[in-house]
């Protein structure tokens, strides 16, 4: 087995073994949503706060592996598959982190939740970026546009500008840790740009190369 995989497993199991230790310590409601501005705003039974983050990391991971082997495809995710495997364990750490913020949380931690996502987000995008800049053409991973899926050549260069820009948003979203009131703003609004940009641009180049090619 990848150690990618085994990295992730264990990531999987330390999640539902924390669970597990804290759950008499967790409060019958815990608080399981905040806000942009780190407030609570929503709440659920004790089980599910206490395990639905580890489910749902499970589901991802299972997801995840499944998918080099049904793309049709499959041969181009591999050309860049020690990036997707990265992706892989950074997810699972990104989920562990965020998990771990949650049971401390409910624990009696008081902290701004939006805050301490920051630095994870920013990475996260960041090496979405990378990954984004490596990958090949294939049906489940990068910048997907009926543009993108119908030249290779439109691919190739939608994803070096998209690695860019993710790469970017990433480090962007960190000005969100010294304008607390804007937090949000830093960090969805370049990944949205990225994502609205990148989908205009491989329409146009799509039609620049149909119009010189007739």
């Known amino acids: 087995m990848k ?26 409601r815990m608080a399981s ?10 709440y659920m039974s004790k089980f599910w706060g206490a395990f639905l983050l580890p489910f749902i990391l499970l589901g991802v991971f299972l997801l995840l592996a499944i998918i080099p082997k049904i793309d049709p495809l499959k041969g181009n995710i591999e050309k860049f598959r020690k990036y997707f495997d990265g992706f892989i364990v950074l997810f699972s750490l990104y989920f562990l982190y965020i998990y771990g913020l949650t ?33 090949k053409r294939n049906w489940f991973v990068g910048i997907r546009t009926p543009w993108t899926m119908s030249s290779e050549e439109v691919w190739d260069k939608t994803h070096r500008l998209g690695g860019r820009l993710f790469k970017a948003a990433g480090i962007i979203a960190l000005l969100g840790l010294a304008f607390e009131e804007y937090a949000m703003a830093f960090i969805m609004g370049p990944v949205l740009f990225a994502a609205f940009y990148t989908f ?13 090619s007739s």
């Open 200 to 212: 205009l641009y491989s329409y146009l180049e799509y039609r620049k190369i149909r119009n010189i």
């Open 103 to 135: 049971i401390a949380w409910n624990l009696g931690k008081t902290f701004n939740f939006t805050l301490f996502m920051i630095p994870s987000m920013a990475v996260l995008f960041y090496y979405c970026g990378v990954m984004i800049e490596n990958a």
């Open 33 to 42: 949503h905040w806000n942009d501005q780190g407030e609570v705003d929503g």
């Open 3 to 28: 150690k990618s995989y085994l990295a992730v497993i264990f990531i999987i199991l330390l999640s539902f073994a924390a669970g597990a230790y804290f759950y008499p310590q967790l409060p019958d």
